[in-house]
């Protein structure tokens, strides 16, 4: 008996939907920074393997169905990443010491 392809990638996404979920909020506020560096590190990975699927393909053709994924792959990086970093500069500039006002 054969396992269809789709039906075992749909169990994987799942499971790896329901391990990230646990993984991401049983993380301690001090390691949330450290953690959205690495996150940021694998984004930027996730966009070199979405330009790559963006210029696969026919070159006849524009807009295919790999150059629209690696378009959208590159857009939801992209804003990972840039979330990422706006969410590491709060939370550093909550452990920085505030100054004091001089009357």
Known sequence: ??????IFRLSIFI???FVG???VWSVT???HTPLMSVTNAISSVIIVGAIIAALAGDTNEV???ASLFGY???LLAAVNIFGGFL???R???MYKKKKKKDK
């Open 1 to 6: 008996m054969e396992i269809d392809p789709f």
């Open 15 to 17: 499971l790896s939907i």
């Open 21 to 23: 979920y646990y993984v």
């Open 29 to 31: 506020p001090s390691l």
């Open 63 to 65: 807009f295919n169905t």
């Open 72 to 74: 959208l792959g590159i």
């Open 87 to 89: 969410v590491t500069q």
């Open 91 to 93: 939370m550093l500039a």
